[in-house]
């Protein structure tokens, strides 16, 4: 204050800009002080809100995290692995009431057994009611060692497991050792080399499926077109696509993108502790049925 009169003595011509400056800031210094405490109500209120809100997704991003690692654990508790070494590369699974026991060979990507396998697996034995299996024309591709198409044999469907040619031979022992007498349909395994002779050898004419399977089918390889070519042939208006993805690389990652184009894509369930998602999905532009009124 004193300055701003010392300011005054040597500018008096400033008097009345100086006095209406200072009635200005009074008025809302007053304001303030009037006002302050309600202001200060409300944003202890917000902060508080805000608090809590924060604390309640930290605690939901918990309890997500304690459900996935419980969900995981439960399904790699399913494997099981020989007591003692054998001169061939085993593991066992237990799905569907029965123990199966896939041979393996590491040298190929295709005939190990992945993590998003077992998710599948896991899925289908849990949710048997509402996606049921029994009696149902089911295709996977990519099937690799044969556990999913093992299990959804064990499931009652009638399954065809497709691979390339130099997976067969052991797809073709595995499925047949686990199936064997076992199942209300013996399951089929067949060559299917991703978008080549398709027509041919799965004609759109005669071929339908309810279901097509996949586990862990997009990764470092350089057919991915052919994939998706391979989706959209198999796939009806009907078809229902189950396919568990693991996230790797983001140019393989790209490929959910275009799938998108072609079908309609559907979350139904997630593992982010294995970076595994599991995918429903039908064609795009399907004609939905509308159920046709009872006559009484």
Same mark, same amino acid.
């Given at each position: ?29 007053? #304001? ?19 608090? %809590?809100? #924060?604390?309640?997704?930290?605690? *939901? @991003? ?7 690692? =419980?969900?995981?654990? %439960? ?9 003692? /070494? ?5 593991? &066992? ?50 099937? *690799? ?10 499931? *009652? ?5 497709? =691979?390339?040619?130099?997976?067969? *031979? ?25 978008? /080549? ?9 005669? #071929? ?17 077109? %052919? ?18 993805? @693991?996230?790797?690389?983001?140019? %393989?990652?790209?490929?959910? &993108? ?26 795009? &532009? ?11």
């Amino acid at each position: 204050m004193i300055a701003i009169f010392l300011l005054l003595e040597r500018f008096p011509t400033c008097y009345f800009s100086v006095l209406t400056a200072l009635k200005a800031v009074t008025e809302k210094l007053t #304001c303030f002080l009037l006002c302050s405490p309600t202001r200060s109500l409300v944003i202890l209120q917000d902060r508080k809100q805000k608090t %809590e809100e #924060c604390l309640l997704q930290h605690e *939901g @991003k918990l309890v997500r995290e304690k459900e996935d690692e =419980d969900i995981v654990a %439960e399904i790699m508790r399913r494997r099981f692995f020989p007591a003692l /070494i054998t001169h061939k590369a085993w593991e &066992g699974f237990h799905f569907a009431d029965h123990e199966i026991r896939i041979t393996e060979a590491t040298d190929c990507y295709g005939a190990v057994v992945w993590p998003s396998a077992l998710v599948l697996c896991y899925f289908l034995e849990t949710n048997s009611k509402q996606y049921n299996l029994v009696d149902k024309n089911v295709i996977e591709i990519g099937a *690799g060692t044969g556990l999913v198409s093992i299990v959804a044999s064990l499931l *009652g469907a009638l399954v065809t497991a497709t =691979d390339l040619p130099e997976l067969l *031979g052991n797809l073709q022992h595995n499925v047949l050792q686990n199936t064997k007498l076992k199942c209300k349909h013996q399951p089929r395994v067949k060559e299917l080399s991703w978008g /080549i002779d398709l027509e041919k050898n799965f004609p759109r004419s005669s #071929c339908h499926f309810d279901y097509i399977l996949a586990a862990d089918v997009v990764y470092h390889h350089p057919f991915l077109d %052919e994939l998706l070519l391979t989706f959209d042939h198999l796939c009806k208006n009907d078809t229902v696509i189950l396919w568990a993805m @693991k996230f790797r690389l983001e140019k %393989e990652n790209q490929f959910v &993108g275009r799938f998108q184009t072609l079908f309609d894509l559907e979350v139904i369930s997630d593992f982010p502790s294995l970076n595994i998602t599991l995918y429903k999905a039908m064609r795009k &532009g399907r004609v939905k049925v509308r159920p046709s009124k009872v006559v009484v």
